[in-house]
């Protein structure tokens, strides 16, 4: 994903244009590049006007619900008391014509939004070229995930992946040794080795990716498979990408093992944690604290995947590292 810190105004044409770029190189036309420019347009100024600091996420999403461009708005501010009014044309609180949020809506193919007063905003819109149906607030595919470089770097050292079946999923998230393009290189092989194994279990997938990382400089690699009849999260690590099963009002760490996958791995051990249809599963590489959680947002874990993902980010990422927060519901979409 492309990311754009937003402290001031001139930093609005920059965001636009990192979502111009995404929406062309993903075959947009004019009109459908054009939604994806005012759309981030006015998370932008929205972040100026209110929300300052933050930034704009501009990556792109493929999924069942389709293919186009995701766009995130975090930021730090305020906070919003009612979101309701806040969507509503013609209301403002800073003097402007307060049709921005209600635009973006109106715009976007998906678009989610939580706030709370003191707490900041994160808003959500995916916009895809060729828009079949009406717009949808808090629409809820399996997964979302935010996944960017550390700050100066291009190549991204994470890398995850999801595998939808009918009876569940199955994902890896991979944390290369270090950032930068040899991180990148490890990360990209153990997605392309869980690519060739992922309908297995994930202690066999884990084992692969261990064996296929040894020409790499390795990394921490996670892999989880959910099982939706027995309502049942397997899991296999090693290393520090770290995982958590929000079930109910209880949240479970995963536990991964000590090593580096490609180079020193004791053992590859699998454990179970139980998961209700109704919870969600979050997998973070070490870009993020190792307190991440979703137990102080009331109300976060109804929302869209991409933006639950959002929120870990905007609040647990660490400065000195590629970040990556993958959330997986476990009920059908």
């Not at 636009?16 to 932008?44: H, K, N, P, S, Y």
């Not at 929302?303 to 959330?327: E, I, Q």
């Amino acid at each position: 994903m492309d990311r754009v810190v937003v402290t001031e105004a001139s930093q609005v044409a920059e965001a636009r244009r990192r979502g111009i770029a995404r929406a062309q190189a993903m075959g947009f036309d004019e009109t459908a590049a054009g939604r994806v420019a005012i759309v981030v347009t006015e998370l932008a100024t929205n972040i100026v006007k209110y929300g300052v600091p933050g930034e704009i996420l501009v990556g792109t999403y493929e999924d069942a619900t389709g293919t186009g461009v995701e766009v995130l708005a975090l930021d730090r501010g305020e906070g919003l008391p009612d979101t309701t009014t806040a969507l509503r044309d013609g209301h403002s609180t800073g003097g402007s014509a307060g049709e921005g949020l209600g635009a973006v809506r109106r715009l976007s193919d998906a678009f989610d939004i939580v706030s709370r007063p003191g707490s900041g905003t994160a808003v959500l819109a995916r916009l895809s070229e060729g828009r079949t149906s009406a717009p949808t607030s808090g629409a809820l595919p399996v997964h979302g995930a935010v996944s960017v470089p550390l700050k100066g770097e291009i190549a991204n050292g994470d890398a995850y992946a999801v595998r939808e079946r009918d009876d569940g999923w199955t994902v890896i998230v991979a944390d290369g040794l270090g950032h930068g393009p040899e991180a990148a290189k490890a990360s990209e092989e153990a997605v392309r080795v869980f690519r060739r194994h992922q309908d297995r279990e994930p202690s066999f997938i884990l084992s692969a990716v261990h064996a296929g990382l040894r020409h790499t400089r390795g990394g921490a690699v996670s892999v989880a498979r959910y099982d939706r009849e027995a309502e049942v999260v397997s899991f296999a690590g090693i290393g520090n990408v770290l995982g958590a099963v929000v079930s109910g009002a209880a949240t479970k760490r995963t536990v991964s093992l000590a090593g580096t996958a490609g180079h020193a791995a004791r053992r590859i051990q699998e454990f179970e944690y139980p998961m209700r249809p109704d919870g969600l599963f979050l997998l973070c590489s070490d870009g993020l604290a190792t307190g991440f959680s979703i137990d102080g947002y009331p109300g976060l874990a109804a929302a869209h995947p991409s933006l639950v993902a959002g929120v870990l980010f905007r609040d647990f990422a660490r400065a000195r590292d590629d970040a990556t927060a993958l959330v997986v519901r476990g009920g059908a979409p």
